[in-house]
């Protein structure tokens, strides 16, 4: 327990490398949250908006991967030069959010045609269709909780996306109750940062910008205590 507490303070401990991390992360989310409230145009170039911002997303999310492993790594550290970086890695991290994204919607939709069907059953029906439908669910819930963190792994170790997904199954099922300590640990803040967005959307600019700062830091905190953990326990 006393290393896990030792990672967690590393990955709480803010330089000059993590605040100019946060302060990209900042600039991004201040851009999407206030363009797309702000902007009344049609639906269809919303959705062509919310598709932009979710590559932008994926590179920018990647560039801090770059960022904190060179600062971890005490490699050379520029926004420049990890934003250049991150190219190489955006379609291997892209296709796993996307598998990921897919079989989350394949899950949802099974469950909810499930729910669906269950409204008319009998309490016997009802009850053995639900067990069915747990244990159907349980695998892919649990690949996808192993693979979470591919991404990572990927950019720490410059391999493909199979290799990444092949070694956060390995690491993830090795260390399981660890990285759920580091959940339980980060989840509270998580819940904080969401609830201070949701009490001031409508409130002073000044308090918004203060939660959304406070959700990029938050972002660096998450990755970094991963990636120390990781780098700490892989071969």
Not at 48 to 53: D, E, G, K, P, S
Not at 67 to 82: E, V, Y
Request: with cysteine.
């Amino acid at each position: 327990m006393g290393k896990l507490q030792e990672t967690l303070k590393a990955g709480f401990t803010f330089r000059r490398n993590e605040f100019l991390l946060s302060a990209a992360v900042f600039v991004y989310l201040v851009v999407y949250y206030f363009l797309l409230s702000a902007i009344e145009v049609k639906e269809s170039f919303i959705l062509l908006l919310q598709f932009f911002f979710i590559l932008l997303e994926n590179y920018i999310t990647i560039a801090v991967y770059c960022g904190l492993n060179d600062s971890i790594t005490g490699g050379s550290f520029n926004l420049q030069g990890i934003f250049k970086k991150g190219a190489s890695y955006f379609g291997r991290v892209l296709l796993y959010k996307g598998l990921a994204g897919l079989t989350a919607l394949c899950m949802m939709g099974f469950a909810y045609g499930m729910i669906d069907f269950l409204k008319n059953s009998s309490f016997v029906k009802a009850s053995v269709v639900m067990g069915i439908t747990i244990l159907w669910l349980a695998f892919p819930v649990l690949i996808l909780l192993l693979t979470f963190m591919a991404p990572l792994i990927i950019i720490v170790r410059d391999i493909s996306l199979a290799g990444g997904l092949r070694k956060s199954f390995l690491f993830a099922r090795e260390h399981l109750s660890d990285i759920l300590i580091f959940v339980l640990a980060l989840v509270p803040f998580w819940i904080f940062a969401f609830f201070l967005l949701k009490v001031y959307n409508e409130s002073n600019l000044l308090y918004r910008f203060i939660a959304l700062y406070f959700i990029a830091m938050l972002e660096i905190i998450t990755i970094k205590v991963f990636m120390l953990f990781y780098r700490e326990n892989s071969e």
